[in-house]
């Protein structure tokens, strides 16, 4: 089991940029997987972005394609998120979110993951 803390979060207008950093408390490599994942008022948790630890092999989901990268910093147990180009509909609490099983890839469900962050809130005004 880790322990995550996201920080990074706040307010920016369309088209600008935030990097979201999440600390991993305990030894990365006991994750496979490491995940972003967000959360809109009234919708459900959606998966976005996803990497494997020991390979840093990513993937997205469509709507943050081409605008989001995920990292993973292993000597610094860290895990990032730089978003640029957001837009309004960013909006929302993003978690970071670990896994230790051997889930089909992309793992960008929250079933896949077992250890969550408190989360850090992202606004997008337009």
């Known amino acids: 089991q880790v322990q995550l803390v996201e920080s990074g979060g706040g307010s920016v207008q369309a088209g600008g940029s935030l990097r979201l950093s999440c600390a991993v408390s305990g030894s990365i490599f006991s994750s496979n997987y490491m995940g972003w994942f967000r959360q809109a008022p009234g919708k459900e948790r959606e998966g976005i972005a996803t990497?494997?630890?020991?390979?840093?092999?990513?993937a997205y989901a469509d709507p943050v394609k081409g605008r989001f990268t995920i990292a993973l910093v292993k000597t610094e147990n860290m895990l990032y998120l730089q978003m640029n180009n957001l837009k309004p509909e960013d909006t929302a609490m993003y978690y970071c979110?670990?896994?230790?099983?051997?889930?089909?890839?992309?793992?960008?469900?929250?079933?896949?993951?077992?250890?969550w962050g408190q989360g850090t809130q992202v606004t997008v005004s337009s």
């Open positions: 979110a670990a896994s230790s099983g051997s889930p089909r890839w992309p793992p960008l469900t929250s079933a896949a993951y077992n250890d």
């Open positions: 990497i494997a630890t020991s390979n840093r092999i990513s």
